[in-house]
């Protein structure tokens, strides 16, 4: 049997396709009037995706690109930082404070689990610079309370920062950012927005930008008064990636039309697809008697617990040799723990309803399973949405 290979990963993502045209088309020149044109037109649809009045600025990097430079921008060595972390992602965090010699309080919780806002209340202090989370931790699938975490720092009265790394988390997550009063907020290309690896983002409030004049962390490349400085002009501070910024603008042009024309509505509508394939899969997993390894679980994907006395990397091959589908394992130490299938990129119901399908197809493999338990399971889940989207929709 034909065996077409899908990514069912947490990034890299499916890929629209009006994207990768537009990178095979992307024989422009970055210092001409025609890239300042996309390149002004891309960064005022990303603020609108992101839904921010905050300048935002894009880089040729990975997300972790914009991870260090958030750090570097903001914070002076031996700065006292706050660090919220609960896998391998937060983890980047710590790596990043020791690097750049600051002093990081450290809290973490376990894989799989979040943190309560008392202890985030209880190891926050007046000299706390800069708070530093994720969003949605995409190595265990958690979901963390950015709004709950935001108004702890509103209320403490400081100046401390607060950076969310949210690569995974926009496009399937809902965000106020200026209202939270959110600093610095992250976003990599190869995730919700349907392309390739390789640019990060960032939104940065008012008061960040008065901060880095202060700041005397050492940056160059990721210095964010650069990019923000050539980004007035329709100009990136260095050559930037130009296949990939065509291929942003595609992709936001192609989630503008989601809305109908407006971009604002596409993004909801894209948090309200990632939403509803996360609830299908996970009602799909539970149906097989499978566990949810994830306490508080995302949009972004779906973490799955490897059934007790079976290593996850067996139900990964059996995906990847059987139908071409490409989900991930676990991390680190997790990596025989669990299973992730992401809901992100260009993906839908279908691509839904196949992932679980074969779900019930490798669990056979495994132990007797009732052969059509999941797929209901997720179409009743469906249905039910359905119904509610069309009596909301009546007068």
């Known amino acids: 049997m034909l065996r077409k290979n899908r990514l069912f990963t947490p990034g890299p993502t499916p890929l629209l396709p009006a994207a990768q045209m537009a990178m095979a088309a992307a024989n422009i020149h970055h210092r001409t009037a025609d890239f300042r044109a996309l390149y002004t037109r891309v960064l005022a649809d990303l603020k609108t995706f992101v839904g921010t009045q905050n300048d935002v600025v894009l880089m040729a990097s990975s997300g972790s690109g914009a991870m260090e430079a958030a750090v570097a921008n ?9 660090i919220l972390t609960a896998g391998k992602f937060g983890e980047r965090w710590v790596e990043l404070a020791k690097a750049y ?5 450290v809290l973490s919780a376990p894989y799989g689990q979040t943190f309560s806002l008392d202890a985030v209340r209880s ?5 706390t610079r800069a708070a530093f989370m994720q969003a949605t931790e995409s190595s265990t699938g958690v979901r963390h309370d950015v709004e709950g975490v935001a108004r702890l720092l509103r209320d403490a009265g400081g100046d401390t920062m607060l950076v969310v790394d949210a690569i995974t988390g926009l496009g399937t997550t809902r965000f106020d950012v200026d209202r939270w009063n959110i600093d610095v907020i992250i976003g990599g290309s190869q995730k919700a927005v349907m392309i390739p690896p390789g640019l990060a983002y960032c939104a940065v409030s008012p008061r960040a930008w008065t901060r880095m004049e202060s700041a005397r962390s050492p940056r160059y490349y990721f210095d964010l008064r650069k990019e923000r400085k050539a980004g007035a002009k329709g100009e990136s501070a260095f050559t930037p990636a130009i296949a990939l910024v065509a291929a942003l603008a595609a992709a936001l042009d192609y989630i503008r039309e989601q809305g109908a024309g407006d971009l604002a509505a596409g993004r909801e509508a894209l948090i309200a697809n990632a939403e509803l394939c996360a609830e299908m899969t996970r009602a799909g997993a539970r149906a ?18 490897a059934p007790e006395g079976l ?31 992401a809901h992100l990129g260009y993906y839908d119901y279908l691509d839904t309803i196949g992932i679980i399908a074969a779900l019930e197809q490798v669990m056979t493999r495994i132990r007797p399973v009732e052969f059509g338990a999941a797929v209901a399971a997720a179409q009743e889940i469906y249905a039910e949405r359905s119904v509610d989207k069309v009596a909301s929709a009546r007068p």
């Open 311 to 341: 290593d996850s990397s067996v139900i990964v091959k059996s995906f990847r040799d059987n139908f071409g589908a490409v989900v991930a394992a676990g991390q680190g130490e997790m990596k025989s723990a669990l299973f992730r299938i």
């Open 123 to 127: 190891r926050l202090t007046p000299d």
């Open 288 to 305: 097989l008697g499978l566990k949810l390894y994830a306490s508080v679980p995302s949009s972004a994907l779906t973490a799955i617990a």
């Open 101 to 105: 010699g600051l002093t990081a309080e």
């Open 74 to 82: 903001l914070t002076s060595p031996g700065d006292k930082v706050l």
